[in-house]
Structures are given as structure tokens and as C-alpha cells.
């Protein structure tokens, strides 16, 4: 029997979807991942959806779908082209960006870098630089020095465990740093990529655990920066849980309890502190001595959307304002969308009756999108996009998520 709900979610609370500005914008060149493309190791990003020229026009479909917020990320390449020099063009683009959100009753929530880093940092080391956390704090401090009078919501980064493990772990994304024999030792771990062009070294170990200590000092160095500038900023970064969880057997709670406690705890109990509020992210889970056979998503996901109450009771022991800054599915027929929407958002309100003070949820995406190594086949959109002709078009899904946050708000 499918749960159904008799709770609603507060007045107040935010309904909306999610975009990346590398995934979406367009004509992004000047950043690791367009190099990366350039020398064939990923798919051409290219014009994307063209965002960057139709947001006002995407902000309005997504304002016709009873969405009361949106989350964006600004691209860092183009606020900072050049070492410790700012793009004012940049800037007043991005401040338009949020002028139509709010012209449109649209909330903004912020994500101030999302996975891409500018060529001049990525080519003298990223975030394995020493000085890493200094050069991102003054970033983001400019972002809200400058965009903090229309925005109300920030998050420092997204996703710190993804983007350490894939970059440094296992080598599917840029700077493409492997362990040797990783693909072997990960192969029950949900969440694999393509085969592609990896550096392979044992080095790459210290440097995966280098990164996560930078990004622990980058996300709290920023925090500090940004309140500075804006103390009123609800400031905070997005975490990706994956939920470990186990059928019960004592070898496999343990198991389940190292894995959280490497992939979520051990990051977020060092940034928790430093977060006003904390961005959950959920699309993958991993249940130890579980046979069932589960349908898959388009990433060959497990289609599990119940998982979201556990991973958002994970987080409840950090006491902080959750949002659910992303959870989706790549479903191009748009057959399984609707009805995992509706299971996610059963499952947030029964975290919210334990206890978990979830204050919104973002559907991943708005549009169909670039989806990193796998270029733009996945679709995870509400809308649909040709990429040939740029068109839009609505899914069916997107009209269910629109009625069931009509049915949730009342
Ligand atoms: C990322 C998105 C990505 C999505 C689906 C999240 O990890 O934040 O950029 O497109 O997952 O894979």
C-alpha cells in the first residue's frame, strides 16, 4: 500500500526546482570543464539551454508551475575571470537574473559554485592549492557584497563528497585523478560513470583527502566572509547524502555506519557549525544484504525516492533549517517522474513529523541539462528541451508537481 499523507507542509514553505549555471547558461568557456571538453575527455556543454539569454522567459514557465522559489548557482569563470579581478558586467547580469525571480514572487536561493572552477585556478591547482580557501572566501564574499541585497539564501558550494571522490577518487570528472584498481574496489557503489581518460597514482589518495580538508576550510572561511559582508545572509552550502543503510545484520550496520559516517558525517560535522542552514541533495542510496530488484532511472539509478527521510533525519543531529535543494530523476519518457515526486514528497513530510525542519524542496531540474560526463542525454527536466531549436516544452510531470504543491499549500 503507497503511503498517503494527511499533513500538509506549513505556510511558508518553498516549492520550486533547480538549475546549475554551467549546466544550463551556455557559452561558458573559460573553465576546467569546457577545457576538459576541448581536449575530448567530456561532452561539448556548449550553448546548453541558452539560460543565460531566456532565463526570464524559463522563470516564467516555472512561475506558470506554482513555484515559489528557484535555486541557480552563479558561475565563478565569469565573476572572476582572472585571478582576484571581477567581472562588473557579470555582476549586474547575475543581479538582473534575481530581479526577475522576485519580479515574479520567485525566491532566490543561491549557490555560489557549483562543481566548474575558473581555468586560472584549476590550472595552478583548485582546491589542492594551500592558499584554496582564501582565494574561494574571497569570492564569495564579493558575490555577497554584491548580490546580497536580492538574495536572501546562499550556499557557499555544492556537493564537496561528489565533487572530491569523482575528481580524485575516481577519475570521471575534472581534474580526472584516479586510485589504482578504484573502479574494481567501488563497483557495488551506487553512482558509476563511463570509462574514460584517467590519471591513475597512488598520490591521488593524499590529494582526494587534501581536497576535502581544503573544501572543509574553504566552505568555513566563506561563511565567515560572507556573513561579514551581509550579516543578515541566511548562509549555509548543499550536501549530497547518499543513504547507506543496511537489512539489519550486524556486518552490514557496520558497513552502512562507516560509509555515512566518511560520506556525510565526517564533512558536515566539521562545516555544520558554520551553516545557518544546510542544502540536502538525495538521489542514490545503497542497502546492504537487500535483494530486491529495484525499476531504475535513466542513470540506472535505483528508483527509490523513500530514501529522502532517512538521508533527512541523518542530517537532523546538526540542528539546522534543512532545504531539499535537489532530488530527481532522469526519466526522458516521463513515465516514473510524477509519481516519484509525489513518493519524495510523502517521504519529507514523514521526516518532518521525526523531526527534520525542512523549510523547502527543489525539484532537480527545471530543464533538461548538460549532466556532466554523460553530456545531454539524461533528462531530468520538468520542461523538456530540443536542443536543436532551443524549444520548451512542458511535461506532464511538471503539471502533477504544480498540483500537488496546490494540494500541499492548502
Ligand atoms: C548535482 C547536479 C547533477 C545531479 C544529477 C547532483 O549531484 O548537483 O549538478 O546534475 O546531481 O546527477
Redesign the pocket.
Known amino acids: 500500500m503507497p503511503y498517503t499523507s494527511v499533513m500538509s507542509f506549513p505556510k511558508g514553505f518553498f516549492w520550486g526546482a533547480a538549475t546549475?549555471s554551467y549546466?544550463v547558461e551556455g557559452g561558458i568557456e573559460n573553465c576546467d570543464w569546457a577545457e576538459a571538453a576541448r581536449e575530448g575527455r567530456v561532452p561539448v556543454c556548449g550553448a546548453a539551454c541558452e539560460h543565460y539569454a531566456r532565463y526570464e522567459s524559463d522563470f516564467d514557465i516555472a512561475k506558470s508551475l506554482g513555484h515559489n522559489c528557484h535555486r541557480l548557482s552563479v558561475e565563478w569563470a565569469r565573476i572572476e575571470p582572472e585571478e582576484g579581478k571581477f567581472d562588473a558586467k557579470e555582476i549586474e547580469h547575475y543581479r538582473k537574473v534575481l530581479m526577475a525571480l522576485r519580479a515574479r514572487g520567485l525566491e532566490p536561493f543561491v549557490t555560489v559554485w557549483?562543481?566548474t572552477l575558473p581555468l586560472w585556478f584549476a590550472r595552478t591547482g583548485g582546491f589542492e592549492r594551500k592558499d584554496a580557501p582564501e582565494i574561494f572566501a574571497r569570492y564569495c564574499g564579493h558575490v555577497a557584497r554584491e548580490l546580497g541585497d536580492l538574495c536572501a539564501h546562499f550556499a557557499t558550494m555544492?556537493?564537496a563528497m561528489?565533487f572530491s571522490s569523482n575528481g580524485w577518487r575516481r577519475g570521471t570528472w575534472a581534474p580526472f585523478k584516479s586510485w589504482p584498481g578504484i573502479e574494481m574496489a567501488l563497483s557495488g557503489v551506487p553512482g558509476s560513470m563511463p570509462d574514460m581518460k584517467k590519471d591513475t597514482s597512488f598520490r591521488n589518495i593524499y590529494l582526494y583527502f587534501r581536497v576535502i580538508k581544503n573544501l572543509i576550510a574553504a566552505h568555513n572561511a566563506a561563511y565567515r566572509e560572507m556573513k561579514r559582508a551581509q550579516p543578515s545572509l541566511d548562509v549555509g552550502l548543499?550536501h549530497?547524502v547518499i543513504l547507506f543503510h543496511d537489512d539489519g545484520r550486524l556486518k552490514h550496520r557496520v558497513l552502512a555506519a562507516v560509509l555515512n559516517w566518511h560520506w556525510t558525517h565526517y564533512f558536515m560535522s566539521r562545516v555544520a557549525k558554520q551553516c545557518d542552514s544546510i542544502g540536502v541533495?538525495y538521489?542514490l542510496h545503497k542497502k546492504f544484504g537487500d535483494t530486491r530488484q529495484y525499476s531504475k532511472t535513466d542513470?540506472n539509478w535505483d528508483i527509490y525516492p523513500e530514501g529522502i527521510e532517512e538521508a533527512l533525519v541523518m542530517l537532523k543531529r546538526y540542528g539546522k533549517p534543512l532545504y531539499v535543494s535537489?532530488a530527481?530523476i532522469?526519466d526522458e519518457k516521463d513515465v516514473n517522474r510524477a509519481s516519484y515526486i509525489r513518493e519524495l514528497v510523502y517521504a519529507m513530510e514523514r521526516a518532518r513529523e521525526r523531526g527534520a525542519d525542512l523549510r523547502g524542496y527543489m525539484y532537480?531540474?527545471l530543464l533538461d541539462?548538460y549532466?556532466?560526463s554523460h553530456g545531454f542525454d539524461?533528462r531530468?527536466g520538468l520542461v523538456a528541451i530540443d536542443y536543436a531549436t532551443q524549444t520548451r516544452t512542458i511535461r506532464q510531470s511538471a503539471y502533477d508537481y504544480a498540483r500537488l504543491i496546490k494540494e500541499k499549500s492548502t
Open positions: 546549475a549546466q557549483h562543481f555544492n556537493e561528489p548543499v549530497q541533495n538521489y542513470m535537489e530527481g532522469a532537480w531540474s541539462n549532466e556532466w539524461k531530468f
